[in-house]
């Protein structure tokens, strides 16, 4: 069964920090970009960060760059986020997904884990 499991999730305040990791089974991630995207109340959903399959390319949100951090272990089929200095702006349900391609665009991904609240607040 494909399946996506999100967590790490939480409150946390301004200038802290949180790791989100996506666990993936049902399929070889080996053979998928992974991606991260949010999605706060009551705003479209927007791309933060995607990874190749392989790792070796990464792209950011300029909402996010020099701030998150996405990395993979095929071995472990997690993707992780790491995210430091959060800011209140960065409050949304964070979704993982696969696509065939390293992209930010939402539609080209096909399967989507559950989400995860981040609340980033004082």
């Known amino acids: 069964q494909l399946q996506f499991v999100e967590s790490g999730g939480g409150l946390v305040q301004p200038g802290g920090s949180l790791r989100l990791s996506c666990a993936a089974s049902g399929f070889t991630l080996d053979y998928y970009a992974i991606g991260w995207f949010r999605q706060a109340p009551g705003k479209e959903r927007e791309g933060v960060s995607c990874i190749s399959s392989s790792g070796g390319s990464t792209y950011y949100a300029d909402s996010v760059k020099g701030r998150f951090t996405i990395s993979r272990d095929n071995a472990k089929k997690t993707v992780y986020l790491q995210m430091n200095s959060l800011k209140p702006e960065d409050t949304a349900v964070y979704y993982c997904?696969?696509?065939?391609?390293?992209?930010?665009?939402?539609?080209?991904?096909?399967?989507w884990g559950q989400g995860t609240q981040v609340t980033v607040s004082s």
């Open positions: 997904a696969r696509s065939a391609i390293a992209t930010m665009n939402p539609r080209l991904y096909d399967y």
